[in-house]
């Protein structure tokens, strides 16, 4: 059974940083397809980065290039989501999510997380 489980969220001020972390159980990180999704307070869920299992890219949304790095330790089966300078409206749920190939279609992810919570407030 495949498990994602993250965390690493919450209560930061504005500029600050964190460290989301998603542990995977029943699948290998280093060949299945990992993204971070995330979900402002009434908006949609849209993809904020991916690492390809198949070669292990990794992509990222075009507007948050720069102050998001995703990565990846597969002797952890782990991925991570590093955020820096936080702005408010990077307020959200963040999700972990697990498929075979990286796609913005949230339809074509197999498994999720339950998310962690990042609230910028200061």
């Known amino acids: 059974q495949v498990q994602l489980v993250e965390s690493g969220g919450g209560l930061v001020r504005p500029g600050g940083s964190l460290r989301l972390s998603c542990v995977a159980s029943?699948?290998?990180?280093?060949?299945?397809?990992m993204a971070w999704f995330r979900q402002a307070p009434g908006k949609e869920r849209e993809g904020v980065s991916c690492i390809s299992g198949t070669n292990g890219d990794t992509h990222y949304a075009e507007s948050l290039k720069g102050r998001f790095t995703m990565s990846r330790d597969n002797a952890k089966n782990t991925v991570a989501l590093q955020i820096s300078s936080l702005r408010p409206e990077d307020t959200g749920v963040y999700y972990c999510?697990?498929?075979?190939?990286?796609?913005?279609?949230?339809?074509?992810?197999?498994?999720w997380g339950q998310g962690t919570q990042v609230t910028v407030s200061s």
């Open positions: 999510a697990a498929a075979e190939m990286c796609s913005p279609v949230l339809e074509k992810w197999d498994y």
């Open positions: 029943g699948l290998g990180v280093d060949y299945t397809s």
